[in-house]
């Protein structure tokens, strides 16, 4: 039952063939298994089985609540939970237990969803590896897949494969990673520079980052205000529209929502992409690219050609740009976003109390990691009065230009981009720390941070597994506010790729079971 | 160094240099210098450099007040700027903040409607123009009271810039000379009160109350075009009265700050650029913290808060959901009357004195109160006016208390008033009804009288008995008077009113004596 998507298991449900309190109890039981993963901080066992005696309730009455009421979810560690801890992997929050939910989580809730835990990530979610969090990182689920184990024997060096382990991306690693070992049907992830598809493609998921200011913000423990957007991870395209369906909206708690009513997104099966026009961005060709994932992306366009769609080459000449543009925008609003970490009214306080300052001082020593407070110190060199024309206003203007280049694109007729999601395959974690955070972070978001800048939705989705067995995906770029046209098309290529199922029978034991059950038993009736 | 800017003749009176410019002015009176952009000092008078850099001795310069002010106004309002949190005063401590209030992570801002049309009404009563877009920023600086670590305010681009305020100050010797001023309006902004700090020193340590923090502000920067501390008062006072009169802010604020400067040049000392604050306890202003060039406020621009658009009836768009938008144009019609107006009405409709029309005003409620004996009595304007502001307004004054307080209703002066009007009663007498009425609130004027036996002598022919015996007494009065000395005459009125226990009108009495002696 757990190797199914978000809405077969949501028929299952309807048609009784599993009640939201066993399917809960699996989801706990694999959760438990597979705890070396690292995937949740917390897992909010006694919340969840509570809502599904609940949801169970209502499904004996006949009056479900929807497609998430009795599902299991989980949510990344910076979204505010009442009553559960939420700790941004950081010691500053450490054992912070907020008093109300972030207005994506109640949405969730409202909706009748299992909220299973909060999931791992770098500190504040500043990373790409899911690396850098004080809980230490996050392992991919697909280092202990059949797939990957098969292609490491045939290795004549067999490493150890205890040290061997590969990262998962990030910042929003454990939201993947609970997604892609089958321990939850939908995570929520944050995305500020790729934080959710970035991950999404190395575990093999559906990772989507919506237009900015279609879903709130309010209650998501901010990064950069102006490009975070809370992402959405499923198994299957179809799964992240319904999510999607319900988080989107005008939150009157959250001023840069937008106003309009939000449109349905449930998504047309596509059947002639003719009248589509594909765009693939010349400068995303970068020499770092690995060549599996170059021959994957042009793969994937002439899949569209070969369909009848029109795939054009296009210019989005600011994109060099894009990276040092980014660091200067993130780190400025990163110094003024964790001015309130003081240790006065929540979180850590160190135990020096000479003077308020000098407590200050020592609680935010103890409290940030390295890259918190190196992000910090840049951002707050950057607004220095005699610094803030020099960097922080022409960031400004590259952040204009950037997205110009998406507006100029999209207005030559172009539907939606073909981009490569990552460089390249996930690498293992030994491989992953030789280069420090800002670098890491640098190349791992290269494809995808313009997109944040750009306001622009995107969504990366699993094409295909690499000589090592490895997933691979790629993007989608849509106008801003066409995320169902996005959607629609990822939806298309989904079904085109046939991506295939993570095996990870050999670590779960007797949890195999769950996955016997073949998509076909269930008839889905839409 | 500027020296000669410094100096002008005025012997006998020395101000220090208050001007919120950092940078040197060309010339009084001719305000030429603006802020410099990032700089912001939220105090209500800072120095010129220059002043410090003089080092005078008592009496051995003269210097030129320059006086700019930034006055922070706190909105009225149910609500704080950003939070549906409630504003009250002297609340429990901490029993009035929300999450956004308290800077719980993940909280953002939502701007509140009422906020924004109390800074727009006062820019328009302040002649302002109105951005129809103004921008939010954030403010850093670690304090205690400031949650976030910083504050927003509207520094790049504020909801209302380049007004004028007018104001009148009194000069000659009887101050009763007008002088109309202008002071020039350099923005309007809306932003974030701080929470506050209550210093335990004996037990080292300091309490934080929120209730405040987050609370509406309005930040209005009046222009150095004032010389001296009494015309900064007076603008204040004026700008006071406006926003009250606009229901904006009840404007409670005062201003000891040039006094204190003046006297800290005077004995040698600094001023540092600092924001000090007024503690009405105390009777001074205080120090808050450090404002000295090495503190950067690293400016960003609010990213959580759209930019904030207004309309007028023409750009209006069609369809908009009235709650949502803010009509520049509906909002003027709804000022009220400003002081300036109510002023003039009050000198035209009762013929009253400049000066009095501004002393109405300038006590509050008085105004109400006068207006409301007018309603009651048949006495004339004039007689009204010089018993609100001399007696009224004297009595109060003596105890130190607002009208709000007073013991005399309107309507108890009304009917005193009227009972002097009828001539029931004398004006002596009218005074001593008014202070038993302050003394013992409850009876009514006319009880006083009778009680006190104080209605003036309606029976002729006892008046006429008194006069014709108090001559018999005092022959040498009538002889003086006889002799050619009209001033002997209010000897024997005098006597005569002590005779009634001062019951009788004099002119009466005067009019008897005379008939008496000429007969």
């Known amino acids: 039952m757990l190797g199914r998507t978000l809405r077969e298991v949501s028929v299952a449900l309807k048609q009784g063939q599993i009640t939201p309190t066993e399917l809960c109890q699996e989801c706990l039981s694999l959760i438990k298994k597979t705890k070396f993963l690292n995937a949740y901080i917390t897992v909010s066992e006694e919340v969840a089985l509570k809502q599904a005696e609940e949801s169970e309730e209502r499904y004996k009455k006949g009056h479900s609540l929807g497609e998430l009421d009795g599902i299991p979810v989980a949510v990344k560690d910076n979204f505010s939970t009442t009553g559960i801890k939420t700790t941004c992997a950081s010691n500053m929050l450490k054992g912070y237990v907020p008093p109300y939910n972030a207005t994506v989580v109640q949405k969730l809730l409202d909706q009748g969803a299992l909220l299973m835990g909060k999931t791992n990530l770098d500190e504040f979610a500043m ?53 892609s070992a089958f321990t939850c049907f939908a995570a929520l992830g944050s995305d500020t520079g790729g934080s959710t598809r970035n991950p999404a493609a190395l575990c093999g998921v559906v990772g989507l980052k919506p237009t900015y200011g279609l879903v709130s ?55 002639d992409v ?47 740009y894009s ?58 060199f950057f607004l220095l009065k005699e610094n803030y024309e020099n960097y922080f206003i022409k960031a400004q203007k590259v952040r204009r230009l950037i997205a110009n280049d998406f507006v100029n694109v999209f207005n030559s007729g172009v539907d939606v981009l073909l981009t490569p999601t990552t460089l390249s395959e996930a690498v293992p974690y030994v491989e992953f720390i030789k280069e420090d955070n800002r670098t890491r972070s640098a190349q791992g978001d290269i494809f995808t941070q313009a997109v944040n800048m750009a306001g622009l939705p995107a969504v990366s989705v699993p094409m295909a597994l690499s000589n090592q067995g490895l997933p ?25 790729v046939q991506f295939p199922i993570i095996q990870l029978q050999e670590i779960m034991g007797d949890c195999s079971s769950v996955f016997e059950n073949d998509l076909a038993s269930v008839s889905l009736k839409q | ?198 210093h335990d020193d004996l037990r080292s340590q300091t309490l934080i109350d929120l209730n405040r923090a987050g609370v509406g502000l309005l930040e209005v920067v009046l222009e150095p075009d004032m010389s001296c501390g009494e015309e900064a008062a007076t603008a204040v006072r004026e700008l006071q009265l406006i926003l009250q009169a606009l229901g904006t802010s009840q404007a409670n604020m005062a201003d000891y700050e040039i006094q ?82 109510t002023r003039e009405k009050l000198v035209q409709q009762y013929g009253m004195l400049p000066e009095h029309s501004f002393t109405l005003l300038n006590e509050v409620g008085l105004l109400e109160f006068f207006q409301n004996v007018m309603k009651e009595t048949r006495a004339e304007p004039k007689r009204v006016t010089s018993w609100v ?92 008077l006889k002799k050619g000395n009209p001033r002997a005459i209010n000897k024997l009125i005098g006597l005569v009113r002590k005779a009634t226990l001062n019951r009788a009108d004099p002119t009466v009495i005067k009019e008897m004596l005379e008939r008496q002696l000429s007969s």
């Open chain 1, 127 to 179: 990373g790409s590896g899911s690396t850098d969090g004080v809980f230490g990182p996050v392992k991919n689920p697909w280092s202990y897949s059949k797939q990957y184990r098969e292609k490491k024997k045939q290795k004549p060096h067999g490493e150890n494969e205890d040290t061997n382990w590969l990262i998962t991306g990030g910042s929003s690693g454990g939201s993947a990673a609970a997604v």
């Open chain 1, 217 to 271: 913000r309010h209650g998501l423990i901010p990064l950069v205000n102006s490009m975070d957007v809370p992402g959405i991870l499923t198994r299957c395209v179809d799964d992240a529209a319904t999510v999607l369906g319900v988080l989107a909206g005008h939150d009157c708690k959250d001023s840069t929502t937008v106003q309009d009513p939000v449109k349905s997104f449930i998504l047309p099966s596509l059947t």
């Open chain 1, 274 to 320: 003719s009248k589509l026009c594909i765009g693939i961005p010349k400068e995303y060709l970068v020499p770092e690219l690995s060549s599996e994932v170059q021959s994957l992306w042009s793969k994937a366009a002439k899949l569209f050609e070969s369909e009848g769609a029109k795939v054009i080459e296009v210019s989005l000449p600011h994109t060099s």
């Open chain 1, 323 to 380: 990276i040092v543009c980014y660091h200067v925008l993130c780190t400025s609003e990163v110094a003024s976003n964790m001015a309130r970490f003081d240790g006065l009214e929540y979180g850590h306080r160190c135990d020096i109390n000479v003077s308020t300052e000098a407590m200050y001082a020592a609680t935010r020593r103890e409290g940030f990691n390295d890259v918190v407070r190196g992000r910090i110190l840049s951002g707050n």
């Open chain 1, 472 to 496: 691979i995906g790629l993007q989608f770029i849509g106008r801003a506010f066409c995320d169902q046209q996005l959607l629609t098309v990822a939806k298309w290529f989904e079904k085109q």
């Open chain 2, 1 to 198: 160094m500027a020296a000669p800017v410094l100096r002008w003749s005025c012997p006998a009176r020395r101000w220090i240099l208050a001007n919120i410019d950092r940078g040197p002015r060309h010339g009084r009176g001719s305000p030429t210098g603006s802020r410099s952009s990032g700089k912001r000092g939220q105090s209500s008078v800072a120095q010129q450099p220059l002043a410090t850099a003089q080092k005078p001795r008592k009496g051995e310069h003269q210097w030129a007040a320059v006086v700019g002010l930034e006055i922070h106004a706190q909105i009225s309002s149910n609500s704080k700027l950003f939070s549906g949190s409630q504003v009250h005063f002297a609340a429990p401590p901490n029993s009035l903040v929300s999450f956004f209030d308290a800077s719980l992570p993940g909280t953002l801002p939502v701007l509140n409607r009422r906020c924004v049309e109390a800074a727009v009404m006062t820019g328009l009563a302040l002649n302002c123009h109105i951005n129809k877009k103004s921008l939010f920023d954030r403010k850093h600086y670690f304090y205690a009271d400031l949650p976030a670590g910083y504050q927003i305010t509207q520094q790049r681009l504020p909801i209302a810039v380049k007004g004028s305020l007018a104001y009148s100050v009194f000069v000659g010797k009887n101050r009763n000379q007008v002088i109309n001023k202008t002071v020039r309006i350099k923005q309007i902004q809306l932003e974030q009160d701080s929470g506050k700090s209550l």
């Open chain 2, 260 to 341: 204190r400067q003046i006297e800290e040049l005077e004995n040698g000392g600094e001023i540092l650029n600092e924001t000090r604050s007024f503690d009405c306890k105390l009777g001074c202003t205080v120090p808050m913290r450090d404002k000295e060039g090495k503190q950067d406020y690293r400016f960003i621009p609010e990213p959580n808060l759209p930019p904030l658009l207004l309309y007028d009836s023409a750009s209006l768009p069609a369809g908009a959901d009235p709650q949502q938008v803010i009509n520049i144009d509906q909002l003027r019609e709804q000022l009220p009357e400003l002081p300036r107006v």
């Open chain 2, 389 to 480: 502001l001399n007696t009224f307004l004297g009595f109060l004054k003596q105890q130190n208390l607002a009208v709000s307080e007073s013991p005399v209703t309107p309507s108890a002066l009304a009917e005193l008033l009227n009972l002097l009007d009828q001539k029931t009663i004398s004006s002596a007498a009218a005074k001593k009804v008014f202070e038993e009425l302050w003394r013992s609130g409850g009876k009514t004027p006319a009880q006083i009288v009778s009680e006190k036996r104080l209605e003036l002598m309606q029976d002729q022919e006892a008046l006429e008995e008194l006069c014709q015996a108090t001559m018999e007494k005092h022959p040498q009065v009538v002889m003086d």
